[in-house]
């Protein structure tokens, strides 16, 4: 939590909603605040609203209901073609019958700028994506990754204030992926413009976002930096669709201001902070994989820990993932990091185990 | 980061109005519907209309007349009582139907194995295959059809194969020509030319259904113990169900009224209603009469028109 | 084994594929081959071969009456076409880019049914209506202008397929993404749309000119005193037997045609294989 007063919202959605007509909300009463250069992303699964939305801020589409502020400025009623804002779309959309430099500099002629200014423009964001030489090529003449770069010079030239990205990594492959997605947020930092992303990839949102918003169905389940999205979800949802967890169903038995301890069907929780809640209330405890331990032995204590058989060992290079079935066929996925090159005392399949994890390791989840 | 300004040019302020946004739009609907309204629809309208009144001379009736204080309709439905009456009317459209039947049934035979292999040929070659189809369909059908009269003529070759053939035979057999050698003007010939000319509108509605079909599928029925035949019968023609029907509804309808293939390769035997409407018109100069042909043609193409508009958009479209 | 499989190990199928593609194109491509040969033979009847001559080309040349004839056909065919183009273009983003509106079921059906309707009927139903106009509004006369109001007719419903087939696949982020860069719906349009679509203009525009310099049958009807067009001309000496300038003519024109035909596709062929080989390079790159 930062300790300065956050500075006022450059972007403001408010209370926005989509009807298509279709019975239920595209968007349902959205409302979010995106700081000025920052990366902002819509994160969640098709349908869920995000592209609408991030369609409404474009201007494609027109909001049933709600307001939406750029820099104070009302944009409703403003057509896509006279709002300062930019987008990049999943296909790149780069027009297939002009070179790269006709392509980059599409948006500054339809300013009315003047040639020269132009022509200094268009170089200077060649440059910033690496492709000077390649300003005389037709689309097709350029790798995939190259089309991106282009798409991404086009849509920075006319430095708007806010740059939409839809699915900006979708169409390459996974190598070309990881690697593109520090560039391409090397450059938008580089270069200052707020900007909101809408994927269906955490790991792209994770990796380029400074702050998430996790969506489903129209609402906005969560917003948050990825750090936070990822260790204190607030809903199942939310925990569930960032990486992998293990959800524990249970009900609190002791509630101390500094402590809780949950009761769930064949282990018992201590966690090592307070909740917002009371005795006997239901919850679910929330364990990412990679808080928890494997081993032969029984552990100390009566907490944290649950007894099961290996029932599958995967292989990932860099990590282990066990799966753990549990009495009465509960099964609990464990990820282990292979720091040592062979581990002595790995479990293997078939084999009796306890998987422990510390009391900082839960988030206990009401919704 | 530099501040864009808003509106200013009045372009951008007519664009921005949301009048000019609907009515944008409006104007590209419009222009092309209000030119077939005039020139596709109203006819249709004056045309039953004249098929509904009688020709005194040559001042045409009027249905509605007032005079004297008196409203007075008068729909002349004579002519429609004739062709009911008349057994050469019944007997022509019968024919020309019967005509466009076999012509679309040969076409459909010729034409949907040539179709299937052109589509199955190497990627590299189909270009240069259709090109080759198209070729005669870029030159001029009524030199084609005419040069059917020089090869089907006594002395032309496809006269004296036949006849080397005995083909000749067969056919005055099967009652389509008079005598043997005697090919032109004759059912054959007619049929013939029908064929031909429409052999290319066949082919290419297929084409583009066939060549778009999913070769993965025979493979995956293949797989599953399916010889080719009952692939092609299970699978293939089923799929490519919207190119036969657009195909054929290409070939069949046109071929109701043609006139210019029965009157340059048909004969005294060959009736075709596109020819006595033609005649009703051109040397009877009897336009109600003309009129009344028309419309009864057009309620009996209404519902293959209707068919072919449904299948016509699905054959050709592009899956994106 | 049954004998499907059978014979098609035998490579039947091939064979019978083949077999039937040649036999297509003989069939296709025979009436052609007898409309050239004959345009050289010395003897005016076609039964008899008199020798090779070149003496209908010649008679050709001082024929006024055909040489009128096809000027006024390739000046209706060139109004044809580009008024077929224009209106298609109209009518084809109609059918694309809007979906809903009032009436649309009779859009479709008005634009599609001439591909289909009798030549007859629609030259009829013309007529009347041409004639009805001119007695209430003083014109038109028939002629040129009547020819051309009905080839329209039929050449912007080729002309609204074509183009109608090349919008459908192109891709609407395009459109989008010159918006979102400031062009306005218009500059859209011209700077974008156009330049995307514009082959298949130009093959609507060769079809309808084609449809048009063909066309018998709305010609007979529409037309007037003094407008002949040349597809008239042969039909009215073709009717009346077999003529040897016909052939010669009919030669002319196939060469003509083939030509461009050919040209074309070469040219068409060879921008492909330019543009693969560029996008397999980038790939690689």
Same mark, same amino acid.
């Given at each position: ?367 | ?30 222009? !092309? ?8 629809? &109203? ?18 009736? !009027? ?41 679309? =049934? ?20 189909? !270009? ?12 001029? &059908?009524?030199?084609?059809?005419? @040069? ?34 005697? &090919?032109?003007?004759?059912? =054959? ?56 029907? @657009?195909?054929?509804?290409?070939? =069949? ?61 699905? @054959? ?5 | ?21 040649? +036999? *297509? ?55 044809? /076409? ?5 209106? /298609? ?31 007859? #009927? ?23 202008? %009547? ?12 002309? %609204? ?20 860069? *400031? ?13 995307? #679509? ?27 005193? /003094? ?25 002319? #024109?196939? *060469?003509?045609?083939?030509? /461009? ?15 693969? +080989? ?8």
């Amino acid at each position: 939590m930062s300790l300065a007063p956050a500075p006022p919202a450059y972007l403001e959605i408010r209370d926005v909603v989509k009807d298509f007509g279709s019975g239920s909300l595209a968007v349902n009463h959205v409302s979010l605040d995106i700081h000025k250069g920052e990366i902002f992303a819509l994160l969640g699964s098709s349908g869920c609203g995000k592209t609408t939305l991030l369609r409404m801020l474009a201007g494609f589409e027109v909001p049933t209901q709600g307001t939406i502020l750029l820099d104070g400025q009302n944009l409703a009623g403003l057509p896509p073609y006279l709002r300062p804002i930019n987008m990049m779309f999943q296909s790149y959309a780069l027009f297939p019958h002009l070179t790269v430099w006709e392509n980059v500099a599409f948006g500054l002629k339809r300013e009315g700028m003047p040639r020269a200014n132009i022509a200094e423009r268009v170089e200077a964001m060649l440059k910033l994506v690496q492709l000077q030489k390649y300003g005389k090529r037709k689309p097709h003449q350029l790798s995939g990754g190259q089309q991106q770069r282009v798409a991404l010079a086009r849509s920075l030239a006319k430095r708007p204030q806010l740059m939409l990205l839809d699915e900006p990594l979708g169409a390459l492959d996974k190598k070309l992926r990881e690697e593109t997605q520090v560039e391409l947020a090397n450059i938008i930092r580089e270069v200052g413009v707020t900007c909101v992303m809408v994927t269906h990839d955490q790991e792209e949102a994770m990796t380029m976002a400074t702050r998430i918003a996790v969506m489903s169905e129209g609402k906005i389940l969560q917003v948050g930096t990825p750090g936070e999205i990822y260790e204190t979800p607030t809903t199942r949802f939310v925990a569930d669709f960032i990486g992998s967890v293990n959800l524990m169903d249970g009900k609190v038995v002791v509630d101390e201001p500094d402590f809780v301890e949950i009761d769930c069907v064949y282990c018992r929780h201590r966690v090592g902070h307070g909740i917002t809640g009371n005795v006997g209330m239901d919850v679910a405890v929330a364990v990412r994989p990679e808080k928890i331990r494997l081993s032969r032995t029984r552990p100390d204590g009566e907490v944290n820990h649950v007894k099961g058989t290996v029932r599958d060992r995967s292989y990932f290079g860099s990590f282990t993932v066990y799966i753990l079935e549990l009495e009465g066929g509960r099964r609990l996925k464990v990820s282990e990091s292979n720091v040592d090159r062979h581990r002595a005392d790995a479990p293997a399949a078939g084999e009796v185990a306890w998987a422990t994890w510390p009391d900082t390791a839960q988030v206990v989840l009401t919704q | 980061m530099s501040h864009r300004p808003l509106a200013t040019s009045f372009f951008d302020r007519m664009h921005a109005h949301p009048l000019f946004r609907k009515h944008g739009r409006k104007a590209v609907i419009v222009v !092309p519907y209000v030119w077939l309204l005039i020139f596709f629809l &109203f006819p249709f309208f004056i045309i039953l209309r004249m098929s509904l009144t009688d020709m005194e001379g040559v001042v045409i009736q !009027p249905i509605l007349q007032f005079k004297e204080g008196i409203l007075s309709l008068a729909i002349n439905v004579n002519h429609y009582l004739f062709i009911l009456k008349d057994d050469l009317y019944g007997k022509t459209y019968l024919s020309s139907m019967r005509y466009a039947a076999i012509t679309t =049934f040969w076409c459909l035979f010729i034409g949907y194995p040539f179709s299937y292999f052109m589509a199955r040929a190497r990627p590299t070659a189909q !270009p240069g295959l259709l090109m080759m189809v198209m070729l005669p369909f870029w030159t001029s &059908f009524l030199l084609r059809v005419y @040069a059917w009269k020089g090869l089907l003529t006594e002395g032309g070759w496809v006269c004296r194969l036949l006849v080397a053939l005995h083909v000749d035979d067969l056919l005055v057999r099967l009652d389509l020509i008079p005598s043997q050698g005697l &090919f032109m003007n004759t059912p =054959f010939s007619l049929t013939i030319g029908m064929v031909y000319t429409y052999l290319p509108f066949m082919i290419l509605p297929l084409y583009a259904t066939l060549s778009k079909m999913d070769l993965r599928l025979l493979e995956a029925a293949a797989d599953l113990g399916a010889t080719p035949w009952v692939g092609f019968w299970k699978i293939t023609v089923p799929l490519s169900k919207a190119g036969i029907i @657009a195909g054929s509804m290409l070939v =069949f309808i046109p071929c109701i009224g043609e006139y210019v293939i029965p009157e340059l390769l048909g004969g005294p035997r060959t009736l075709m209603i596109g020819r006595v409407l033609w005649d009703e018109f051109f040397s009877n100069n009897d336009w109600p009469m003309a009129a009344s042909v028309a419309v009864v043609v057009i309620l009996l193409i209404i519902v293959p028109l209707a068919f072919f508009n449904k299948y016509q958009a699905e @054959a050709t479209e592009v899956r994106t | 084994m049954s004998l499907g499989r059978f014979l098609h190990a035998m490579g039947f199928n091939r064979l019978f594929g083949r077999g039937w593609l040649v +036999a *297509g194109f003989v069939f296709l491509y025979m009436p052609m081959a007898a409309l050239i040969v004959y345009s050289f033979n010395q003897s005016p009847l076609q039964a008899v071969w008199g020798g090779t001559s070149l003496r209908w080309y010649r008679d050709l040349a001082r024929d006024r009456e055909l040489i009128t004839a096809l000027w006024l056909s390739l000046r209706i065919a060139f109004y044809t /076409g580009l008024s077929s183009v224009v209106l /298609g273009i109209l009518a084809a983003f109609t059918l694309v880019r809007y979906r809903r509106f009032l009436g649309r079921t009779v859009f479709s059906g008005m634009v599609n049914a001439p591909l289909v309707m009798p030549e007859v #009927i629609i030259g009829l139903s013309l007529l009347l209506m041409l004639v009805t106009a001119q007695r209430w509004l003083g014109f038109p006369e028939r002629g040129l202008l %009547t020819i051309w109001m009905g080839h329209l007719l039929v050449g912007l419903a080729y002309a %609204t397929v074509v183009i109608q087939a090349r919008l459908q696949e192109l891709n609407k982020d395009l459109e989008e993404a010159a918006t979102i860069l *400031g062009a306005r719906p218009i500059q859209v349009f011209f700077l974008v749309t156009l330049p995307l #679509i514009f082959n298949s203009l130009v093959s609507a525009f060769l079809l309808t000119f084609t449809l048009s310099l063909d066309d018998v049958v709305l010609s007979a009807f529409l037309s007037g005193p /003094g407008a002949t067009t040349l597809p008239l001309v042969i039909f009215s000496r073709a009717r009346l037997g077999m003529r040897p300038d016909i052939n010669a003519a009919a030669t002319l #024109i196939i *060469g003509v045609v083939s030509a /461009g035909v050919v040209a074309g596709s070469l040219i068409i062929a060879r921008n492909e294989r330019l543009r693969a +080989a560029e996008i397999a390079a980038a790939q690689r790159a």
